[in-house]
Every structure is written in C-alpha cells, then in structure tokens.
C-alpha cells in the first residue's frame, strides 16, 4: 500500500522558529526554523518510510476566503523578518532532500492537503497529515491519520477519528462545527462571541451541528440564547471559513509526490551551506560532496627518516625551491592537539617529514630553515600550524601567505575553508576527505605509512596551486593591502599572545568557587521556603509543577514533556511572584559555578599556570576574530559574580600590573563617520553622552529631561541600528509591541536623517557592485540583494546597512593590535599584550613602563585610523583584571 505525507509548511515553520531559540549560520542568515523542519523531516522518514511525500505552503495573504469576509485572518501580527527569510531556505532544503512541495494562488496550505486527502480515500492510500493546527483534524478518516505537534515539532499527537471521538466526542467534520461555534483567534474567525470550547462541545453534543443549534435556539436560555440569536450570521460565516476546500484544481498527479530518497552528494551541500554540522554527522555526510580525488600515487612522494641519507641530501637540496608548507595536525586545539609531520612541496617532489623524525638532530637543516625569516612559507591555517609547532620547540617564522586566511578574506561567508572545499572551489582535483582516511570518532585511526603520507602530500600539493590563484584575486579585488598589512600580521601578534597566554590563579577561582556555593546555597533555602517544600531546582518538571501547580502562576508556555520553565517564561513571570528572581539568580551562578569556575580550572595549563585561549581568525563574517578553548570574550560582566572571575587573571611577574584599554562606542562612531550625520558626528565631537542625545532627538525633550527608561531605550535602537535590528528583535530586547518598535524605529530616522541616508545609499550601492566593504576594503559578498524573494533580498539589505560599520569596527581593533605590537618590539618594551575581548585590549606591565604605556596604548587605538569623529579608548589598572576594569 502506497503510504503518503502531507506536511503544512507554513504551520511547521512557525512552531519550528518559535520553539527553537534564534540560530544564525556564518553569513548571518537565521536557521532555528529551518533546523527545526529538518530534524521534524527526518524523524517522519526514519519512522514513517513513505512511498510519496508533499509539502504544501500559503501561495500568499489573499485567499478565496477574503472574498467573503476580508477580516479572514486579520488579526495576524505581520511575520518577523527573522522567520520570514527563513521560508526560502526551507524550500532550497526539500530540493535537496528530493520532497515535492506545492503552493497555489488564491488557496490555503490546507486547502491543498485537504484535496489530496480526499484523493487518497478514492485510491486507497494511507495517508499521514503534519500540521501544527487542529483544523486539519476534519480531514481525518478511516486512511487518514492528523498529526498535529505539540508544542515545537519535536512530537506529535496522532488523531484518527476514534481519538477524536475520544478527545472530544465529535466525529472528524464536526471540528468544522466547533470551530463555526468557538472561532479561532488565530484566524480572526469570530464565532460567537462567549463561546468557547467546553461550551460549543456541550452544544454540538446536544445539537450536533452549527446548524443544528440554530435550528434549537429556541431551547436555548437567558444569555447564551440572545447570543447565538445575535451572531447567528457569524455562526455560520465561521463555519465556512473553518472548512478545508478539498476541490482544489491541482495541476500535477499523485506520481509527482513520488519520494525515492535523497542523493547523499546534494544534501549533504545543503546542509553544509546551513552549517548544520550534527545533522550531517547524524546522517554520516560529513565526507560527501567533496568532488574528485586525486590519487596520493600521481605525486612524487618522499618519505623522510634521520637515517635515510638519500632523502636527507635531496630534502637539503630542495628546501631553497619548497613552495609549499603544511603540518597536519590531529585536534581542534592547538595547545593540545597532534601534531603527525610535516610536509614540503617543491614543483616537482613532495617531502614529508613524521613529528617523531623532525626532532631528530639529523633534521636540524630542517628546524632552522622552518624558523629561517628570510625563507618564505605559504601554507594552510598557518596560525594554528605555528602553534602547534611551538609547543614542540619548534619555531616557524617568514609567513608570506595562508590559503585560508585569503579564502577568508575573498569570501567571509563560505563556511567551506578546507583544503578540499578550495579545490572544489577553484576547480582542482581536491583530496581524500579526512574522515575516509582516518574514520571519525571512536573508529578514529592513523592509517599505514605509506597512505597517510600520501594523504599529506596531496594537500601540500593542492597548497601550491590553490596559492597561485588566490594571490591573482586578492590583486584583483583590492585587498591584498588588506592582507598583507593586517591580517597575516594579525596572524603573527594572534600566535604570539596565546603562546604568551594568561596567568590564571587558581586559588582566586577556587575562593570564589566557594563564595559561589555559599550564595547558591542560601538562594536554594530562598527558593524552598517561598515554594513551601524542596524539590530539585534543575527538574523543569518539578520546576513547572512548583510553579504552575502548587504557585498556581499563568502558563505562559508547554513543551511536550510539560510546562516551559525557560528563562523567557521565568522572566515574563517576574511579576507574578517572589519566587522568579530568586529561581533566575540561582541559574546565573550555577552556570557561574559550572562553567567558568570549574571550566577554567581545567584549562590552566600545568607546565605554565597559566591559560593560553586560541583565537580564530577566519570565522565571524564580519571580520571579528573568536576566542576558543576557553572562550575568554564570553566570561559574564553584567552580573557582579561574573566581573569577579577577571580577579584571577593576574600578571605573570612579581610587580607587574595588569592595564585594560576599551574603545568606546566604536561602533557608533563609526556609523557617524560613514553616514556623515551631523547630529552623530556633534554628539562625538563634543563627547556628549550619545544615548542620552539620542533619546533627546527621538522623545523631543531636552538632555536634562531624558529619564533612565528614555535612554535605555535609545540605547538599544543606537545598538540595533548598527546590528541591523528588525521591530520584531527590539520589541523583545524592550518589552513593547511590534508596533512600538517599528515606531521608535522611525522616530530615530526621523532624528538621524544622515543614518537614513546612508541606509538607502548603501543598499543600492550594495545592489549595484555586488558586494559592500568596510573602510579598509573588505568586503562581504552580497548575491541575495538581487533576489526575486522579497525576504532573502531584505535580509541582504539589512546585511549590507551593517556590514561597513561591524567590520570597519573590526578592522580598527585589529590595526591597533598590529601597530601596538610593532610599538612593543620597536621601544624594546618588556609589556605584553595578552587579550583581545570584543573592543577592548588587556596588557600585562612593569611597573617602571606603567605611565608609558597609560599614554602609548590608548594614544595607539585612538590613533589606528582616521575618522570624522575622534575615536576614544579609555585605559586602567590594576592588580588584576577586575581593578584593571
């Protein structure tokens, strides 16, 4: 028997994106409801197998229904932007798992299920409907089963017409009845007025239909029988516009719904584009779609050992003509990862010389050439590489390029930097992926000599080719300036601070790992006594039947397990009850507790004391550098618990200080420079406060008037505007409606017409060249400007309105790293730089360099580049990094 799925895209989309918190991939595009319809798709073909499957979506806002009663569905907020530019990703999605999807003009995504549910009764097809509204349950019959999710779309409740009649003692057609009785908000189908679910079933029990009642409604009494008298009309409307329209005029036969599978290759390109990592590990794809190989055998491959002369005397013949280099290393971690050999390519042989082997003294011609300044090296991931050397002694110096430094920065939101996704790229037989090489998790294995070797040489050889290309695009594009003076430089002065690392005192964190236990501890006695018994605070069940059961607090939301007790329901529950503050502090200093105490304790290097975190160079679209094992940009500064972990970061010489130097409102300066806005451009030139000037030009009032409310609004629209914020993301950042939001978004243009300005120029710049770039030309790639789809083209725009400023922003911070290390090493300056933490750089410092370095650091950061506006750092000190602060 045929088995098919009918899925309600428009409906899964909005539970998915609302059930899953926000997810952006690296170009910034949001995820979370295309993730969630991912993972609801594999789950229905794992479980269901079927032979046809169809997706259905809303052809647009006008149906056959605003014919009767142009108030259908109304009331309905506009969709957030945030979901919206999702819809396309979904629809790329199902291409490439192979699934059919159909929308048509004028009719509903239930219109369509509707009429190929009545299909499938005529052919005898078992049928599985996935809808997250119950309006679908009318569909259901003897071959037809309603899977309607609950909460999210991790599960699903299954009606048959039996459990309808169980649930509600209806048979499937008279869910149109309920519905013409109750109405439904969601759709803005009025019903009649007072009506709601127990009383329209009590009504359809006793009458069996709207009809029915009407024709009864002299039985009825006091109240209820003026109303229905009164909205009989409404009654009725409702009814049909609650009905499912099964006649829709299909274009396509049920063949056409046919599903044979997906092609591995093509979704695992899908899925790689969307960064869904654990879902391509889920499906084992990881090693799919990586083009043609090229066989380890069609290279001259020279293994080296100490004792073999005759590859040493060639290895020392043919360093002077090495083009490329590349260390293939096992770990993400650089300070613990393996390192396995060393390869080096000329044009015509490919050496490849094992860890174990280099160390030896017969390899010494090697170790000095590698650290040789004047011998230039391009490379892969030379960053990492030079790391990881050095933890071995070994010394790697004259860097003259990074192939995935420069994929990079030719093309910021290809998340695909491998040396494989390169070949793909540039059109080059690409090598083996590693995982077909070396297995992957716990069948993780070094193959023979022989094969890895090759499998290394082939890289280093595609380093070469792959080198020769991108040096002609940075020429072309105009950033090789960018390049060569900032970014491999930046490499360098990255390797060196986490070589340098950071002096962690562990008995500082152990102290206040204890004052931590001791707060959480008397919070927990808080927490039993206003709930009036002890239960487990970490249980969302216990949780949720504390607060909903015993408190007896408004639900706010269900997940399919129970009540949601997440922190955007603990927070509108505020409140309500003495208890939500508590329950919201205990869980900030228990992920304190957890995770930057006990995690930072693990990270202190025992040979050093100290924690040497790895910055990534070549992730954040928008040119920001990340912070890795650990992540020292994230440690929490807003809650006083989170500011005292900096108090165990401390310098790593008796007498020293530790000096901490922000840029202030860098990006917002920025904003003024490039928009060329007076109102900005004065606020910085007199160093007024801009939050307050802002709030001023928006509410109309004078500086003096602007309240505290005042400017934490405009705080966060001067922040959104530089993060691209939408009404939807302001309306929860400040609590207020949409509308609100959007109105607060037009007041700030209406005040900052130059930001406006600006706004517009951009986008049709960015619509024009193709691309937008910060002031020191780099660029972000932009090909969904021009696309037919009104969300991805908005999302496009909103991308290129807050590219220059985010990455112009980060280009300054890092030119001040690489003007200030070069001030360090031209003074012969002991002071170190250790940190880089989003605006702000963290020194270590003698005491007798200290007043120098209060005037060099902040006069270098205000001084890396020149803007309309002054840019301004502000410096302290301290013991540590807390007073530092």
Request: glycine share 8%; charged share 25%; net charge negative.
């Amino acid at each position: 028997m045929e088995k098919w799925i009918l899925i309600d895209g428009n409906s899964i989309a909005f539970r998915a994106f609302y059930a899953l918190p926000l997810l952006t991939n690296a170009s910034g595009l949001h995820t979370n409801a295309v993730f969630g319809f991912t993972t609801m798709l594999l789950k229905l073909l794992e479980e269901e197998q079927p032979t046809h499957m169809l997706v259905a979506f809303d052809a647009g806002k006008i149906t056959f229904r605003h014919e009767g009663y142009s108030e259908y569905k109304g009331g309905r907020q506009k969709t957030p932007s945030e979901l919206s530019e999702q819809f396309p990703l979904i629809k790329e999605l199902l291409q490439a798992f192979g699934i059919s999807q159909f929308e048509l003009s004028g009719y509903e995504a239930d219109d369509i299920i509707g009429t190929l549910t009545r299909m499938a009764d005529e052919q005898g097809a078992e049928v599985l409907v996935v809808s997250g509204d119950k309006d679908m349950l009318q569909l259901a019959s003897d071959q037809v089963t309603v899977a309607i999710t609950r909460k999210g779309v991790g599960d699903v409740d299954r009606y048959s017409p039996a459990l309808i009649h169980e649930r509600y003692g209806l048979a499937p057609l008279q869910i149109i009845d309920l519905k013409g009785l109750m109405g439904d908000t969601s759709d803005n189908i009025p019903g009649i007025p007072g009506v709601g679910e127990k009383t329209a079933l009590k009504l359809l029990h006793e009458y069996g239909s709207v009809e029915g009642v009407l024709e009864h409604v002299a039985d009825l009494k006091g109240k209820m029988k003026e109303k229905v008298e009164q909205h009989k009309d409404d009654a009725i409307m409702s009814k049909k516009l609650a009905t499912i329209f099964r006649e829709v005029p299909l274009d396509r036969g049920t063949s056409e719904m046919a599903y044979g599978g997906y092609d591995r290759p093509t979704l695992a390109g899908a899925l790689r584009k969307l960064e869904f990592k654990s879902l391509l590990e889920r499906l084992d794809l990881t090693g799919e779609g990586t083009g043609s190989t090229v066989a380890a055998a069609e290279l001259n491959v020279v293994s080296v050992a100490a004792h073999d002369e005759d590859a040493l005397s060639a290895l020392a013949a043919g360093l002077r003509s090495v083009e490329s280099v590349y260390v293939e290393v096992i770990g993400e971690n650089p300070h613990q990862s393996e390192t396995i050999a060393v390869a080096l390519a000329t044009a015509d042989v490919i050496f490849v010389v094992p860890m174990a082997e280099l160390q030896a003294s017969a390899l010494g011609f090697v170790r000095e050439w590698l650290a040789d300044a004047d011998m230039e090296k391009a490379g892969f991931d030379l960053h990492r590489t030079e790391l990881s050397l050095a933890w071995h002694g070994i010394a790697l110096k004259g860097i003259s390029f990074d192939i995935q430094l420069a994929a990079y920065l030719l093309d910021p939101t290809d998340s695909t930097q491998s040396i494989s996704g390169l070949c793909g790229k540039y059109g080059l037989p690409t090598v083996q992926a590693d995982e077909s090489v070396y297995g992957k998790g716990a069948k993780f294995k070094l193959p023979e000599a022989g094969v890895l070797h090759g499998h290394i040489a082939s890289k280093t050889d595609a380093v070469r080719s792959i080198a020769a290309i991108q040096r002609e695009e940075l020429e072309k594009t105009g950033m090789h300036k960018l390049y060569y003076d900032l970014e491999q430089p930046l490499s360098r002065v990255l390797a060196g601070m986490e070589l340098q690392g950071i002096r962690c005192d562990a008995s500082v964190i152990e102290q206040l790992g204890a004052e931590l236990e001791s707060r959480i501890s008397d919070i927990m006695t808080k927490v039993y006594t206003l709930a009036g018994m002890e239960f487990n605070i970490n249980s969302p069940r216990q949780l949720g039947e504390v607060l909903f059961e015993k408190l007896g607090l408004p639900v706010i939301k269900k997940t399919k397990t129970g009540y949601s007790t997440d922190a955007d329901v603990l927070e509108k529950l505020e409140p309500y009850h003495e208890i939500i503050p508590s329950i919201l502090l205990f869980r900030q200093l228990a992920k304190l507790q957890s995770t930057y105490v006990e995690g930072l304790l693990k990270e202190i290097r025992p040979n050093t004391g100290k924690i040497h975190t790895y910055y990534r160079q070549t992730i954040a679209a928008t040119g920001r550098l990340s912070s890795q094992y650990p992540n020292l940009q994230n440690i929490p500064i807003r809650l006083e618990e989170g500011r005292q972990i900096r108090k165990a970061f401390v310098p790593s010489e008796p007498g020293w200080f530790m000096l901490a130097a922000d840029y202030s409102q860098i990006e917002l300066r920025v904003l003024a420079h490039i928009s060329g806005d007076e109102g900005l451009k004065e606020a910085f030139v007199q160093d007024l406060d801009i939050h307050t000037k802002t709030a001023s030009d928006v509410f109309g009032v004078r500086p003096e008037d602007v309240d505290a409310n005042m400017r934490r609004q405009a705080k966060a629209v001067n922040f959104g505007i530089v993060y691209g914020i939408s009404d939807f993301g302001l309306s929860n950042n400040l609590n207020i409606t949409r509308k609100e939001a959007a109105q607060f978004i037009e007041q700030y243009f209406a005040a900052f017409q130059g930001v406006r300005r600006y706004m517009d120029n951009i986008v049709a710049q960015a619509r024009t060249d193709g691309y937008v770039t910060t002031l020191l030309e780099r660029r972000r790639y932009l090909p969904e400007i021009k696309a037919s789809n009104f969300n991805i083209r908005s999302f496009a725009e909103r991308t290129a309105m807050n590219t220059p400023i985010q990455g112009t922003a980060a280009d300054i911070i890092k030119l001040a790293m690489v003007r200030m290390d070069e001030q360090l090493r031209a003074r012969g300056l002991r002071s170190r730089m250790l940190l880089q933490v989003h605006d702000e750089l963290v020194f270590e410092v003698p005491a007798d360099e200290l007043e120098l370095m209060k005037e060099l650091v902040p006069q270098v950061m205000e001084s890396a580049i020149k803007l309309d506006v002054p840019l301004k750092a502000d410096v302290s000190f301290g013991d540590n990094w807390y007073e530092a602060k």
